[in-house]
């Protein structure tokens, strides 16, 4: 059963007059060139990064 069955007849007009949605087209039919991301984990992750390390009171670079 359709919601538009459950409804009376002004509460179908309302539906009617609101109309249908439309839907974002899907990644199927977009056309044009997807455009791939290049990510450089190591650089997120903080493995290319200085440490510090706090050595008599004050911070240096290990």
Do not use: C, Y
Not at 19 to 37: A, F, H, L
Not at 38 to 46: C, R
């Amino acid at each position: 059963m359709k919601l538009a069955d459950h409804l009376n007849h002004e509460q179908r007009k309302q539906l009617e007059k609101m109309g249908k949605r439309n839907k974002p087209p899907s990644k199927k039919k977009r056309k044009g060139k997807v455009k791939e991301e290049k990510v450089n984990w190591s650089e997120i992750m903080g493995t290319n990064r200085d440490t510090f390390k706090r050595v008599g009171g004050r911070v240096r670079r290990k």
